[in-house]
């Protein structure tokens, strides 16, 4: 088991390397969550996130004969980046097995970090199984992506960090997916501070951890699509297990709009750009799954790798969710001025319209009548529910789209 003074001596030999990342207090979040808020920012890390700390702690802790076939890791994200970093480093050849479905932009900057990157398998699984082959074959050493000793003793730097930024912390929330950083992070902070409350936070598309806790052993679950795929883990791991079980006080768990929310909020209010996987600790806080008041609170923001081409599509979502926009269908007489009419109510109610199209094909569309949908701009919920009281109150019928 992962003892603090393995995650000591990490963090001693890190020094120089790894960044002591900031721990930044949020006075917007502390208004929303009523605790004193301070974000843990690991998506300022080299690479994007925390991975690099595990990746490079364990290849300083292998042997040079373990090391001469250079080392091999699958990965479709952030391990990836964080292995051919610490590998180039280290001065070590490395080879990152990824999906052929990787993200180009994730695919290159593994590559621009060093590392020689070939794509096998159209998932996860496959490319795992090319990579544990990989190293048979070449005598490579094998660098997991979260169980193994050595990682999870890296990882657990970020709790060391926390603890050095702010003694009197009263709670740390914390990404979960297979367990690396939460297992470290908790370990080293509880062996410094049994009374800090641990906290872990799953997708609810992906709760492989709290239904293990339930079974009392690692089991693999049934996952369905999340935006967090970066803990989208279907089973923790052995090593990982263990210490979750014996230092953390419990786990949590966020769904898409909840993400989705958080991630767009962290971007307006904090300028962070932070992944899906990294924000569910925030999300979990600021919708309150957690029984904790007036306390300091470090919610781990454990990366910011976001897909560039992604990240529309995620402030769209974010939008919708949060009532900040919306999109409608009407049927209006194909007449002049019906649709300036329309126009006239929506921004009398001071809805901000992005755009609008006109169809005349469709099963409930009449001749000479149109279906026309537009897209608003809205302040809140509250503001949709005024602009369809006072297209009713004129006679328009509306379907939400």
Do not use: W
């Amino acid at each position: 088991m992962v003892l603090l003074n393995d995650i000591v001596t990490a963090h001693e030999k890190m020094m120089g390397i790894i960044h002591k990342t900031p721990l930044d207090y949020s006075l917007t979040f502390s208004e929303y969550s009523d605790n004193d808020i301070y974000l843990k920012l690991e998506n300022l890390q080299k690479t994007g996130s925390f991975k690099v700390r595990g990746s490079y702690n364990k290849m300083i802790s292998l042997r040079k004969e373990e090391l001469k076939n250079g080392v091999v890791a699958a990965s479709a994200g952030n391990h990836a980046q964080g292995v051919a970093y610490a590998s180039t480093m280290l001065g070590i050849p490395c080879t990152i097995i990824m999906p052929t479905g990787a993200p180009l932009s994730k695919v290159q900057a593994t590559k621009e970090y060093g590392a020689n990157v070939e794509l096998q398998g159209t998932v996860f699984d496959e490319a795992l199984a090319y990579a544990l082959e990989l190293k048979n074959q070449t005598g490579a050493a094998f660098v997991h992506a979260f169980d193994d000793e050595a990682i999870i003793a890296g990882q657990g730097t970020v709790g060391l960090e926390i603890m050095d930024q702010i003694s009197d912390v009263d709670a740390i929330i914390c990404p979960v997916g297979g367990g690396g950083l939460i297992a470290g992070l908790a370990a080293a902070v509880k062996e410094k501070n049994p009374s800090v409350q641990v906290y872990g936070v799953e997708a609810v598309a992906c709760p492989s951890m709290a239904q293990s806790l339930l079974e009392m052993k690692p089991i693999t679950v049934d996952a369905s699509p999340t935006m967090a795929d970066g803990i989208a883990v279907k089973r923790p791991g052995q090593h990982t297990f263990p210490l979750v079980q014996r230092y953390v006080d419990d786990m949590l768990s966020v769904d898409e709009m909840e993400i989705a929310q958080t991630m767009l909020m962290l971007l307006e209010r904090n300028k962070l750009l932070v992944e899906g996987s990294g924000a569910v600790s925030l999300a979990a806080l600021l919708n309150q799954k957690l029984p904790i008041k007036n306390k300091k609170v470090v919610p781990v923001i454990s990366g910011g790798n976001v897909d560039v081409s992604f990240i529309s599509r995620i402030i769209e979502r974010g939008m919708v969710e949060a009532g900040r926009f919306m999109r409608f269908n009407t049927i209006l007489k194909d007449k002049p001025g019906n649709l300036e009419k329309i126009l006239q109510v929506v921004t009398e109610q001071q809805g901000n319209i992005l755009d609008i199209s006109f169809s005349h094909m469709g099963d409930k569309i009449y001749p000479s009548y149109a279906q026309l949908s537009i897209s608003v701009e809205t302040r809140d919920r509250h503001h949709i529910e005024e602009i369809f009281k006072a297209l009713q109150k004129k006679g328009y019928t509306t379907e939400l789209i």
